[in-house]
């Protein structure tokens, strides 16, 4: 029998109803006690690292998972993290670029109702993760609604639904069907993970509006190493405003301006229109193509903890990482492990 760790950190699935709404108290045996089926699929140990609401996990959380998972990587064979919803995506794409390459399984899940609900995602969910965990399937993944995601391509998009994932620009690698997981995608594995336990937290992130100023970027950039511009469209930004003269004058200064969009699917392409292709081409604004902005986020993070030399940060940013970018085909297709 499969031996995993359970590493709890909070959310919804631990929670109980309190005076104040609702609160993770429950402790991951607790959680194990509603699932018993997880005992015939593998054997379970529990670590308990947090009770917080996912609103409340910051990068110094995913250090502390990054080195739980590191310390007991050799005794496990897999690894389960319950975590809260709300910020799930992020904390899947910054261990993707956190703990690379692993041959074992590391999968995220959670719930949109508590375990201890009459109507609860999360005995399903939990049991689907520890399947997923106690199989052969290498790397970080989020395991939802009998859905399989790739860490670097899950966004939460329903706030509500039990469906709350979806994979963005990407295939499912799977589904989890009557006990049973469906491989739609074989990822290939490594023998060992390579850890990396440092994050550059300097980096921001800002939503275009129309008819906004210079004003937020020029504080955003004088605070951070980089600043993630989420954009209209397959990107640009306004030609009034003074935007192209700020970007220039922060680049000058040795800060680091990556363009992505607002647009859920498909993606940026910079140079398509006359608003973005100054950018790129004159200003050398990297781009985040078909990326999610939780990956651009925590991929940066890990790259600038690195490495600060301009020509470095984008080969590193454009070379795919956990399946998380395909897009410029030409570049990156022969590198891409599909
Ligand atoms: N607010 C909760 C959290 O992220 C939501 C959830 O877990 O579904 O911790």
Same mark, same amino acid.
């Given at each position: 029998?499969?031996? =995993?760790?359970?590493i709890g950190t909070g959310g919804t699935i631990a929670s109980e109803l309190t005076e104040s709404g609702l609160s993770p108290g /429950?402790?991951?045996?607790?959680?194990?006690?509603?699932?018993?089926?997880?005992? #015939?699929?593998?054997?379970?140990?529990? /670590?308990?690292?947090?009770?917080?609401?996912?609103?409340?996990?910051?990068?110094?959380?995913?250090? =502390?998972?990054?080195?739980? $998972?590191?310390?007991?990587?050799?005794?496990?064979?897999?690894?389960?993290? &319950?975590?809260?919803?709300?910020?799930?995506?992020? &904390? !899947?794409?910054? +261990?993707?670029?956190?703990?690379?390459?692993?041959?074992?399984?590391?999968?995220?899940?959670?719930?949109? %109702?508590? =375990?201890?609900?009459?109507?609860?995602?999360?005995?399903?969910? +939990? &049991?689907? !993760?520890? +399947?997923?965990?106690?199989?052969?399937?290498?790397?970080?993944?989020?395991?939802?609604?009998?859905?399989?995601?790739?860490?670097?391509?899950?966004?939460?998009?329903?706030?509500?639904?039990?469906?709350a994932f979806s994979s963005i620009n990407y295939p499912e690698l799977g589904v989890v069907r009557d006990g049973v997981l469906l #491989?739609? $995608?074989?990822?290939?594995?490594?023998?060992?993970?390579?850890?990396?336990?440092? /994050?550059? #937290?300097?980096?921001?992130?800002?939503?275009?509006?129309?008819?906004?100023?210079?004003?937020?970027?020029?504080?955003?950039?004088? %605070?951070?190493?980089?600043?993630?511009?989420?954009?209209?469209?397959?990107?640009?930004?306004?030609?009034?405003?003074?935007?192209?003269?700020?970007?220039?004058?922060?680049?000058? #200064?040795?800060?680091?301006?990556?363009?992505?969009?607002?647009?859920?699917?498909?993606?940026?392409d910079l140079c398509v229109y006359h608003v973005g292709s100054r950018l790129k081409n004159q200003l050398g604004v990297l781009e985040?193509?078909?990326? &999610?902005?939780?990956?651009?986020?925590?991929?940066?993070?890990? =790259? /600038?903890?690195?490495?600060?030399?301009?020509?470095?940060?984008?080969?590193?940013?454009?070379?795919?990482?956990?399946?998380? $970018?395909?897009?410029?085909?030409?570049?990156?297709?022969?590198?891409?492990?599909?």
């Open positions: 029998m499969k031996k =995993i760790l359970l /429950l402790t991951t045996e607790q959680l194990l006690a509603f699932t018993p089926a997880v005992g #015939r699929i593998c054997h379970v140990d529990c /670590l308990e690292l947090f009770a917080l609401d996912s609103t409340n996990i910051t990068p110094k959380h995913w250090q =502390i998972i990054v080195r739980s $998972i590191k310390e007991n990587y050799e005794n496990y064979d897999g690894f389960v993290l &319950t975590h809260g919803t709300d910020t799930m995506a992020y &904390t !899947a794409a910054a +261990l993707s670029y956190m703990i690379q390459d692993s041959p074992k399984p590391i999968v995220l899940t959670g719930a949109q %109702k508590p =375990i201890g609900f009459d109507t609860t995602d999360s005995k399903a969910n +939990l &049991t689907d !993760a520890f +399947l997923c965990a106690s199989s052969d399937m290498p790397g970080v993944s989020i395991v939802f609604d009998h859905k399989v995601i790739l860490g670097t391509r899950a966004k939460k998009t329903h706030s509500k639904s039990f469906d #491989r739609y $995608i074989q990822r290939s594995a490594a023998l060992f993970p390579t850890f990396y336990e440092e /994050l550059d #937290r300097d980096v921001a992130l800002v939503k275009l509006l129309p008819g906004m100023g210079r004003d937020v970027l020029d504080f955003l950039f004088s %605070k951070n190493d980089a600043v993630i511009i989420e954009s209209f469209g397959v990107g640009g930004v306004p030609e009034a405003g003074g935007f192209y003269d700020c970007i220039e004058s922060w680049k000058e #200064r040795g800060r680091l301006a990556v363009l992505t969009t607002q647009v859920e699917n498909e993606g940026s985040a193509y078909d990326m &999610t902005t939780e990956a651009v986020y925590a991929k940066l993070m890990w =790259i /600038l903890s690195l490495t600060k030399e301009p020509e470095k940060i984008a080969r590193m940013f454009y070379s795919p990482v956990a399946g998380d $970018i395909l897009w410029p085909a030409s570049d990156n297709m022969a590198n891409a492990v599909l």
